[in-house]
């Protein structure tokens, strides 16, 4: 079946610009998390959304970065004013929430900020 | 300290050898442990859970200390498509519970070569 998606795969963008990054987790996932890697690190955890309830927004490194998960699926990472150390790949996952122990990732989208 | 660290590598093997890697945790908290493997440029993926009583599948093998606060993974016979960076992930709560934030390592590289 469909896996989780991401878009664009790549984006490049000048400094102080907005981007949004887009994630469509796996149907029926209620789970979706995302991170942040850069070149050579380990994962970074940003946000997380559980079905209804108030996200966890405690990775979240600055006020520029918000995200919004519409409709309990589609979720949007939003980076305004980016900055040169905004460049990494951005990573979305999901898992069924209940009952299961798999995080599956996305593609990623990698972010070069100039 | 980081929640979880892990020796960034690399750790260059033989084809054929085993090689063996620990990752430490700080939260005493902690319920639920798991292996990810990531390949370059690529998203990681679940490679095994790890289970109080250490558990095996085919080739690798992990173990859990918690008196000492680290997982182990070893790997024998080495293949060279076991070339990858290897995430240690750790939880607050119980595989079943709902919606567990995933903690993840920096990774531990290992490259097998011939």
């Known amino acids: 079946g469909a896996g989780v998606s991401q878009s664009p795969s790549n984006k490049v963008t000048e400094k102080g610009k907005d981007v949004e990054l887009r994630c469509d987790p796996i149907?029926?996932?209620?789970?979706l998390y995302w991170y942040r890697q850069s070149l050579g690190q380990g994962l970074e955890f940003l946000i997380y959304f559980q079905g209804n309830s108030a996200p966890d927004k405690s990775g979240l490194p600055s006020d520029r970065f918000s995200a919004e998960r519409t409709g309990g699926s589609v979720s949007t990472l939003t980076i305004q004013r980016t900055q040169q150390e905004d460049s990494a790949v951005y990573l979305c996952?999901?898992?069924?929430?209940?009952?299961?122990?798999?995080?599956?990732f996305g593609p990623g989208t990698r972010l070069t900020v100039l | 300290r980081k929640e979880v660290e892990q020796d960034p590598g690399p750790f260059n093997v033989p084809e054929g050898a085993t090689v063996a890697f620990n990752c430490t945790y700080s939260n005493s908290a902690s319920q639920s442990f798991f292996w990810y493997r990531q390949d370059c440029r690529k998203e990681p993926k679940l490679l095994m859970s790890?289970?109080?009583s250490g558990n095996e599948d085919g080739r690798f093998t992990a173990q859990l200390n918690r008196a000492s606060q680290y997982i182990s993974l070893l790997i024998r016979d080495s293949k060279l498509s076991d070339s990858a960076t290897y995430l240690c992930?750790?939880?607050?709560?119980?595989?079943?519970?709902?919606?567990?934030?995933?903690?993840f390592g920096g990774g531990t590289r290992v490259l097998v070569k011939p």
């Open positions: 149907s029926g996932h209620t789970a």
């Open positions: 992930v750790v939880t607050p709560k119980m595989i079943k519970a709902a919606g567990n934030k995933l903690t």
């Open positions: 790890v289970y109080s």
């Open positions: 996952a999901s898992h069924r929430g209940v009952g299961t122990d798999t995080q599956y």
